[in-house]
């Protein structure tokens, strides 16, 4: 017996085994900070992020990074099995590999080989355990086993369903806002019928949208890596359209909004905050602003044929500016780390909706 690699074996499956709990079951952040997932993703990410910088902007940058969320969630759960495997096989080996093999295998390799079978579940039989203590051990492992398998299979669907939940309200925004969506575009089209109350809706819905994708990314963080269908559309850049338009409507673009455009803000300013915060990347100030004075003015222009006047008080843009402040260096943050570029304030030249695009 090794009290050393007992100790070892031991340690390693509660690492694994808690990290799975609070991944997985744990219906909040984790708190933990010996953790295997943040650690995955640290090693995993900024190497493939990196090559996805040197495609061309667009399509084929977008097929390449979308690959990252399904193929990393795959690959920490097998990290998980292969942990928990040679865990087990240490805990074999350190108390003495009592084990008969018909099939001559023998050292460490017949524990990793029974540990293997063990917790897949595979029960072949040509190495059986010959002590209490290796009877013992081999049940638990494959108990564990069993329950990890089981959790996988209830985990995915989950993660699929939050996916959806949140790409169906990105996907709304192509008719709402245009593509790529963009704060003026969507005020606009909302002034049309001469009523405050359709955008009302919107932003209450978008409220609850915003809770909902901050509750889905605290709980399961890999949905950050998940990329929308189209190249032009994403989570970060849904997120800072709706902070923009709530950022005009609160300086004065519509008054009748204000009370929704005010709820929105501050649940949507906090779904992209936490977030920030849960991925590990500091807010900081673009060295290019996103509105600067001539676009500005351009905005003035296009809100004001959209009979949605915003005033050019010097008050207004204090205001603006303020909002602006809240919320863009983490819309920055998250923009350069995920690399999902934000959204224009003014729709570009020529822009056509994704539904008039398709063949």
Known sequence: MSPLVIAAGAFLLVIVLWD?????????????????????????????AAIGRRRRPGNSRE???????????????????????????LLQWGLGSHLASSAGISGFGADLYMSGTNFFTLGLGDVTPTSTAARVL????????FGFLALVIGYLPILAQAFSRREVAIALLDARAGSPPSAAELLRRHAIGGSGEALRDLLNDWERWSAEVLESHLSFPVLAFYRSQHDNQ?????????????????????????????????????????LTSVLRQRPYASASDRLPPAELARLRRALSSSRMALSDEKETDERLRHLRGLYEPHAHALSRFLLMPLPPWLPPEGAKDNWETTA
């Open 20 to 48: 799975a709990f609070e991944t997985i079951v744990l219906p909040r952040r984790a708190s933990f900070r010996l953790r295997l997932t943040p650690l995955f993703y640290r090693t995993t990410w900024p190497p493939f």
């Open 63 to 89: 097929n390449f990074l979308s690959v990252f969320g399904p193929l990393s969630l795959l690959l920490l759960l097998a990290l998980w099995a292969l942990m928990l495997v040679f865990g087990f096989a």
């Open 138 to 145: 081999t049940t638990v492992e494959a108990g564990t086993g």
């Open 234 to 274: 994403s989570w970060v850049a849904a997120l800072t359209v709706v902070l923009d338009t709530c950022s005009l409507v609160i300086s004065g673009a519509d008054e009748s909004s204000v009370r929704s455009a005010r709820l929105t803000f501050a649940m949507a300013r906090h779904a992209l905050a936490d």
